[in-house]
């Protein structure tokens, strides 16, 4: 079984920035694309970023998000990272980890991952 470790998450204020890591463990694992979802207070999940494994590392992030969320890896590791600046308070929400092992549709869409981390808590205040 897999599991996924979220850690980084907090207190924030507005215009600063925060690391979240996402580690893998369980039994051999090779996901084929890692990324991010989150959900704000009151609103539905929704996707932040993914990055592709074994196929070179391509990023794919949210369009309202580009520019201050950066995605990335390391695959000795097992570890992906969300590197978020210039946060602001509706960026408060809890995020959570995907991974998927295989490709199961588009990367924006949560139904394409089966493994979710717990989520850790990102609280941005103004």
């Known amino acids: 079984q897999v599991q996924l470790v979220e850690s980084g998450g907090g207190l924030v204020q507005a215009g600063g920035s925060l690391r979240l890591s996402c580690a893998a463990s369980g039994r051999t694992f090779t996901p084929y694309v890692m990324g991010w979802f989150r959900q704000c207070p009151g609103k539905e999940r929704e996707f932040v970023a993914a990055i592709t494994w074994r196929i070179g590392g391509n990023t794919y992030s949210a369009e309202s998000l580009k520019g201050r969320f950066t995605i990335s890896r390391d695959n000795a590791k097992n570890t992906v990272y969300l590197q978020m600046n210039s946060l602001k308070p509706e960026d408060t929400a809890v995020y959570y980890c995907?991974?998927?092992?295989?490709?199961?549709?588009?990367?924006?869409?949560?139904?394409?991952?089966?493994?979710w981390g717990q989520g850790t808590q990102v609280t941005v205040s103004s």
């Open positions: 995907v991974a998927a092992e295989t490709y199961r549709g588009l990367y924006n869409y949560a139904l394409s991952y089966d493994k």
